[in-house]
């Protein structure tokens, strides 16, 4: 989708899908790679909701930062690039 190439500088809410992602879990994975996430309990504090929030909630209030076209799916699957979007560089799709 090309939506937020729009966006990029605006605020903008972030909202907690109903379904879980049938990955097994990757974004774990992901974030617990070199430069991520040190500590399991950090991992837990950063992927769980907070108390109160649950699926289907407004979690955030965000700044949408420069979105890049990268076609080849090689670069998408570039270590710091799936850090960063915290998803395989075949899941995330070309944007």
Given at each position: ?95
């Amino acid at each position: 989708s090309t939506v937020f190439r729009r966006l990029a500088g605006k605020w903008c809410c972030l909202h907690v899908g109903q379904r879980t992602y049938p990955d097994g879990g990757m974004h774990r994975e992901i974030m617990q790679r070199p430069g991520g996430v040190k500590t399991e309990g950090e991992l837990d504090r950063l992927t769980n909701l907070p108390a109160g929030f649950s699926k289907g909630h407004v979690v955030a209030i965000l700044e949408v930062g420069e979105t890049a076209l990268m076609e080849r799916q090689a670069d998408r699957e570039a270590p710091e690039v799936e850090l960063g979007a915290v998803a395989t560089g075949q899941a995330m799709g070309r944007y």
